[in-house]
């Protein structure tokens, strides 16, 4: 056999294109888009997976199920998500950030969700800060 024998490069091109389609053009060309909420549809992600239903059915078929259950073929959301954060001169107490959350239109009954946030001295206070952690979720 050669090395540019028919039934081989058939093969090898068949292989090839079997490959990039399995993995998706919208995953390969944004994998940072993986998870991301359905939006409007990417026309470049959408006609680069067209193009392998051009070749063959199957691979362009493969890789549009793959970009639609990774929500690659989507564009990402132009109002993202976003932290409106507040800074406090002064500690404040439940009625300054009552009002606060009123003023905002958010709802009350935040006192449940508050998670003290705090900055270990060393790598030491942070350890054992992860296993008291874990101390207290085996005791529940």
Same mark, same amino acid.
């Given at each position: 056999m050669s090395l540019l024998d028919p039934r081989r490069? %058939?093969?090898t091109a068949l292989i090839a294109s079997l490959t990039l389609a399995l &993995? #998706?053009?919208g995953t390969l060309f944004y994998p940072e888009r993986k998870g991301q909420l359905p939006g409007r549809i990417d026309? #470049? %992600?959408a =006609? &680069?997976?067209g193009i392998g239903l051009l070749f063959f059915i199957v691979p362009g078929v493969i890789a549009y199920a793959i970009d639609f259950s990774n929500n690659t073929i989507y564009l990402p959301s132009e109002a993202g998500a976003g932290i409106d954060a507040t800074h406090l001169d002064d500690p404040a107490d439940t009625a300054q950030v009552d009002a606060l959350? &009123?003023?905002r239109g958010l709802p009350r009954g935040w006192q449940a969700e508050v998670v003290r946030v705090e900055r270990p001295r060393d790598l030491g206070q942070a350890l054992a800060? =992860?296993?008291a952690s874990r101390v207290d979720l085996a005791a529940r």
């Open positions: 490069a %058939v093969a &993995a #998706g053009c026309p #470049g %992600v =006609i &680069a997976d959350l &009123a003023s800060w =992860i296993e």
